[in-house]
C-alpha cells in the first residue's frame, strides 16, 4: 500500500524567505525571488482584495495636492505630474508596504526628474545599494542595473529612494498590512477558479475511476494520468478525477461520485467566512465604504459618513501623514513650499437621508475634482452655444456632478438675466481689485489658455543651457536662444544680463562692416564659485490679451474688454474663478461675450509660466 499512498501537503502562505546566495549579488525577495509577484497576482484575481486596495487609495491620496505649478504639473520624461507618481505610489504601499523613486539631478545637483519605479522590479543589494531588473522571475541570469542609493548630501546621477513601513519581522524588504490575510485571499481567489471550473468541466467533476486489471507501474501511472487529463478534464482543478488500480481481474472498472449534493453550500459559506477575514485583514469596518455590498444593507449617506470617519482617523489619516512627511522631504528640493494633501468625500452628490430633516447644503461644486469642473464648464459651454437645451443641462448637471436647482440656475442663466445683476462696467471694476500688475513679473513662456501643453520648465536650469549655447557660439543672439529653448525673449535678456553682472559672462563689441557684433566670453574661474542659484519662486499667471493679428482696443470694444487691458495686471486662475462667484456666470468663459455671430470675445485668456522680477 505505501507504494500507492499519496500525502497531500496543505497550501500555505509564509513569511518569504529574505535569502544571500553566494552567487548572486542581491537578496532574494522570497524563495524563488518573487514574493512580489505573487502579491500581485493576488491583486489581480481576488475582486474582493483588489477593490480595497484602489478603494484604500482613493481615499488615502484623495484629491493630491495643488499641481498646478509647472515643475509638479511635469515631473519627468512621461509628463507625469507628482499626483500620479503619489497615485502610483500609494498603491504600493497598500499592495507591498513600500515604494521606490528614482531621483535624477541634473548638473547643477537639482532635482531634475522624479521617477515611480515599479516595487516588484527592485532588490536589495547585500551591502549597499539597490538593483533593477524587469527579470527576476526568468530562469535565465537577469539584466541588472545597480542605482546608487538615495543621499541628500550627494545630490548627483540616479539615486533610488526607498519608503518602506515597519513591520516586525521583515527585515530586507516591506511586507504588506494584510499579510495575516493572505490565505483568505488566495482563497477567494481560488474559489473562483474552482467555480469556473466545475461550469467548465461538467458532469466530470468530483469523479473516483477504480481500475480492476492490476496495477501499472509508475511510468505507466503518469502516462495514463496524462491522457485521462487531456481527454475529460478542463481548466483549473475542479475536474481532475481519482484515479484508482487494484489487482482483482474479475470486476469491470467501477465509477462513484465523490461530490456532495450541497457543494454549492459549502462553497457559499466558505465564500462569505473568507470575505469576513479579508476585510479584517485589511482592517475594513465597513464593505460598502469600499464598494462592496452587503446582503440585505443598503449603505445610507449617513451610515457612510460614519464609517468613512472611522476609517479616515484609524486608518487613512496615519497614512496621509506619512506621504505627507516625504513631501516634506522633497518639495523643498523643487524649491517649492510644502503642501498637505486635499482630501475627497466619498459621499458626495448623494442624497440626503429622509430621516434627517432640514436643509443640506451642497458642497459638491466646492469640492469638484478638476475633470469634474471642466464636464460642468462643458455643459455650460454648449447650452450656450445652442448645442443643448436648458432643460437636458439641467439634468446633466444634476445627475452627473450632484448640483442643486439654485446653482444651476446660476449656471445656466442667460445674458438677459445677467444684465439686471452687474453691468460688465462692474465687472471689469472687480478685476482692479485683484491680480498684479504684470511689470513685477518676467514671462517665461506664454500659451492660450486652453493650450494645457506647457511644458516642465527648469528655470533654474536656464543659465546652464544658455551657457552651454554661448559655448557653442559666443555671437549668438538672445532671439536664437528664445527659439532654440522656447522660452521668452525678455526672460532670456534678463538672464544673461545677470550672469554679466555676477562675472560669469563677459561682453565685448566689435564693428564688422556696418554692423555691430555681440560676442560673450564664458569666465570659467567665476563660473566655478559662483553659488548654485537661489530658489525661484515660478507662478502660473493669467493675463487677458487680444487674439494674434488683431488691435488690442478698437472703436467697437466691449467695456469690459478695454477694462482689463488697460490693466495690464496677471491674475491666478482662483481670483477668476472668485469673480465668477460673485457675478453668478464663468468669466472665464464668456470673457467679453460674443464676436460677430461666433460665441466668443475678441480678447482671449493667456496663459502664462512667470517668474518674479529681481529688486532693483
Do not use: M, W
Given at each position: 500500500m505505501k507504494d500507492n499512498l499519496l500525502i497531500l501537503g496543505f497550501a500555505d502562505n509564509k513569511v518569504p524567505e529574505f535569502k544571500e546566495v553566494p552567487s548572486k549579488d542581491y537578496i532574494l525577495f522570497g524563495e524563488k525571488n518573487d514574493f512580489p509577484n505573487h502579491l500581485l497576482h493576488l491583486y489581480n484575481k481576488s475582486s474582493v482584495h483588489g477593490a480595497i486596495v484602489n478603494n484604500k487609495v482613493k481615499y488615502i491620496l484623495g484629491k493630491g495636492i495643488d499641481c498646478t505649478d509647472p515643475k509638479l504639473s511635469k515631473v519627468n520624461r512621461h509628463g507625469e505630474s507628482l499626483n500620479k507618481i503619489l497615485e502610483k505610489s500609494s498603491k504600493d504601499i497598500e499592495l507591498f508596504g513600500g515604494f521606490y523613486w528614482q531621483i535624477i539631478y541634473n548638473a547643477l545637483g537639482q532635482v531634475q526628474e522624479i521617477l515611480h519605479t515599479p516595487f516588484n522590479e527592485i532588490r536589495k543589494d547585500k551591502s549597499y545599494g539597490w538593483w533593477h531588473s524587469t527579470e527576476w522571475t526568468k530562469t535565465h541570469r537577469p539584466k541588472t542595473t545597480f542605482i546608487e542609493p538615495f543621499d541628500i548630501s550627494k545630490p548627483n546621477g540616479v539615486q533610488l529612494f526607498s519608503y518602506r513601513e515597519y513591520r516586525p519581522g521583515a527585515s530586507e524588504y516591506p511586507l504588506p498590512g494584510y499579510f495575516s490575510a493572505l490565505n483568505d485571499i488566495e482563497t477567494d481567489a481560488e474559489i473562483s477558479i474552482y467555480n469556473l471550473s466545475v461550469i467548465k468541466n461538467g458532469q466530470f467533476s468530483g469523479k473516483m475511476v477504480s481500475f480492476f486489471d492490476g496495477i501499472p507501474t509508475s511510468e505507466e501511472k503518469k502516462e495514463l494520468e496524462k491522457k485521462w487529463n487531456d481527454k475529460f478534464n478542463g481548466s483549473g482543478n475542479a475536474g481532475k478525477t481519482l484515479l484508482s488500480f487494484n489487482r482483482n481481474d474479475s470486476k469491470p472498472p467501477q465509477v462513484d461520485d465523490l461530490s456532495a449534493t450541497d457543494l454549492d453550500k459549502l462553497f457559499d459559506q466558505l465564500s462569505k467566512t473568507t470575505q469576513a477575514k479579508i476585510f479584517a485583514g485589511h482592517e475594513v469596518t465597513s464593505p460598502t465604504l469600499f464598494g462592496i455590498m452587503e446582503p440585505g444593507k443598503l449603505g445610507g449617506r449617513n451610515e457612510m459618513q460614519d464609517s468613512y470617519e472611522v476609517f479616515k482617523n484609524t486608518y487613512a489619516n496615519a497614512k496621509q501623514q506619512a506621504i505627507e512627511e516625504v513631501l516634506a522631504l522633497f518639495l523643498p528640493l523643487l524649491g517649492l513650499p510644502v503642501q498637505k494633501i486635499i482630501p475627497v468625500d466619498p459621499i458626495q452628490g448623494m442624497a440626503p437621508d429622509s430621516s434627517k430633516p432640514g436643509v443640506v447644503t451642497n458642497e459638491a461644486v466646492k469640492n469638484m475634482t478638476g475633470r469634474q469642473h471642466q464636464q460642468m464648464l462643458r455643459i455650460v459651454r454648449q447650452f450656450g452655444q445652442g448645442k443643448l437645451t436648458k432643460e437636458a443641462a439641467t439634468v446633466l448637471l444634476r445627475t452627473s456632478l450632484g448640483l442643486q436647482d439654485e446653482e444651476i440656475s446660476v449656471l445656466l442663466a442667460t445674458d438677459e438675466e445677467f444684465s439686471k445683476v452687474y453691468s460688465e462696467e462692474e465687472v471689469a471694476e472687480m478685476f482692479s481689485e485683484c491680480g498684479e500688475s504684470k511689470e513685477n513679473f518676467a514671462i517665461v513662456r506664454a500659451k492660450k489658455f486652453n493650450d494645457e501643453r506647457m511644458e516642465f520648465i527648469d528655470v533654474k536650469g536656464v543659465d546652464s543651457a544658455i551657457l552651454d549655447l554661448i559655448r557653442k557660439d559666443k555671437r549668438i543672439t538672445p532671439e536664437v536662444i528664445a527659439s532654440v529653448l522656447d522660452i521668452e525673449k525678455s526672460y532670456i535678456v534678463d538672464r544673461i544680463k545677470g550672469l554679466e553682472e555676477r562675472g560669469a559672462l563677459t561682453k565685448s563689441t566689435s564693428i564688422i562692416?556696418?554692423?555691430?557684433?555681440?560676442?560673450?566670453?564664458?569666465?570659467?574661474?567665476?563660473?566655478?564659485?559662483?553659488?548654485?542659484?537661489?530658489?525661484?519662486?515660478?507662478?502660473?499667471?493669467?493675463?487677458?490679451?487680444?487674439?494674434?493679428?488683431?488691435?488690442?482696443?478698437?472703436?467697437?470694444?466691449?467695456?469690459?474688454?478695454?477694462?482689463?487691458?488697460?490693466?495690464?495686471?496677471?491674475?491666478s486662475r482662483a481670483e477668476i474663478e472668485l469673480i465668477s462667484q460673485r457675478v453668478g456666470y464663468s468669466v472665464w468663459d464668456r470673457r467679453g461675450g460674443f464676436w460677430g455671430e461666433k460665441p466668443q470675445c475678441r480678447h482671449e485668456w493667456k496663459k502664462l509660466i512667470v517668474v518674479k522680477k529681481r529688486a532693483k
Open positions: 562692416g556696418v554692423d555691430t557684433i555681440i560676442e560673450h566670453s564664458i569666465n570659467q574661474e567665476v563660473l566655478d564659485t559662483v553659488e548654485r542659484p537661489e530658489t525661484v519662486d515660478i507662478f502660473i499667471k493669467y493675463t487677458y490679451e487680444a487674439k494674434p493679428g488683431l488691435e488690442p482696443i478698437i472703436d467697437t470694444t466691449r467695456p469690459f474688454c478695454k477694462k482689463l487691458i488697460e490693466l495690464g495686471r496677471v491674475y
